[in-house]
């Protein structure tokens, strides 16, 4: 039997499911070929075929992350008026706030997982470059805007080491002010 393009999308990301899964659950230190495959209900040739090492899994989750992240800001974009002032932050915050969990439990173990590799981290840098010229140059204050996008990865950070000591009615109150902020022009 011929397994088609939609097979082994599908199994891709399977895999980077299950990859993405082990890290967030259990760390980097669990995250192996094996146990990759295991999760996924895939052999370990099949994780190989995608993806032919480790190294190589962890670069497609980060394209996953970025690629869903940027994704994401795009949709909630579009649902911003044209031409308004902060339109771009406010849809970064509204990603950022209303991100899944998974997602942002992700992060700290991707950051610890390619923090000794100077490619990935170059690319990591230029994604959070290009949403940070997005931010300034939003049609509001420049130095206004670098704050804002602070606090929101301040804010993304703490949740995401779980260092986060914010109770709801506060978050949506930082939440609340941040939009305040960056519809004042």
Same mark, same amino acid.
């Given at each position: 039997?011929?397994?088609?393009?939609?097979?082994?999308?599908?199994?891709?990301?399977?895999?980077?499911?299950?990859?993405?899964?082990?890290?967030?659950?259990?760390? /980097?230190?669990?995250?192996?070929?094996?146990?990759?495959?295991?999760? %996924?209900?895939?052999?370990?040739?099949?994780?190989?075929?995608?993806?032919?090492?480790?190294? $190589?899994?962890?670069?497609?989750?980060?394209? +996953? /992350?970025?690629?869903?992240?940027?994704?994401?800001?795009?949709?909630?974009?579009?649902?911003?008026?044209?031409?308004?002032?902060?339109?771009?932050?406010?849809? *970064?915050?509204?990603?950022?706030?209303?991100?899944?969990?998974?997602?942002?439990? !992700?992060?700290?173990? !991707?950051? %610890? $997982?390619? %923090?000794?590799?100077?490619?990935?981290? /170059?690319?990591?840098?230029?994604?959070?470059?290009?949403?940070? +010229? $997005?931010?300034?140059?939003?049609?509001?204050?420049? !130095? +206004?805007?670098?704050?804002?996008? !602070? $606090?929101?990865?301040?804010?993304?950070?703490?949740?995401?080491?779980?260092?986060?000591?914010?109770?709801?009615?506060?978050?949506?109150?930082? *939440?609340?002010?941040?939009?305040?902020?960056?519809?004042?022009?």
């Amino acid at each position: 039997m011929r397994r088609t393009k939609e097979d082994a999308a599908k199994t891709r990301e399977t895999v980077l499911v299950a990859a993405a899964q082990i890290i967030a659950r259990s760390g /980097v230190g669990a995250f192996t070929i094996d146990a990759v495959a295991h999760e %996924a209900g895939v052999t370990k040739g099949g994780v190989l075929h995608h993806f032919p090492s480790k190294e $190589a899994l962890i670069d497609g989750l980060i394209d +996953q /992350v970025i690629g869903g992240f940027d994704k994401r800001v795009q949709e909630e974009l579009a649902a911003e008026p044209e031409g308004q002032p902060g339109r771009w932050l406010r849809a *970064y915050l509204r990603t950022v706030f209303f991100m899944p969990f998974d997602d942002k439990n !992700l992060i700290p173990a !991707l950051a %610890a $997982a390619v %923090a000794s590799d100077h490619q990935t981290l /170059v690319r990591i840098r230029h994604s959070i470059e290009v949403s940070y +010229q $997005a931010a300034i140059h939003d049609g509001i204050d420049p !130095l +206004q805007a670098t704050i804002i996008r !602070l $606090a929101i990865d301040g804010i993304v950070y703490a949740r995401a080491l779980d260092l986060d000591v914010l109770d709801k009615a506060t978050v949506q109150k930082v *939440y609340d002010e941040l939009v305040r902020l960056s519809s004042s022009t």
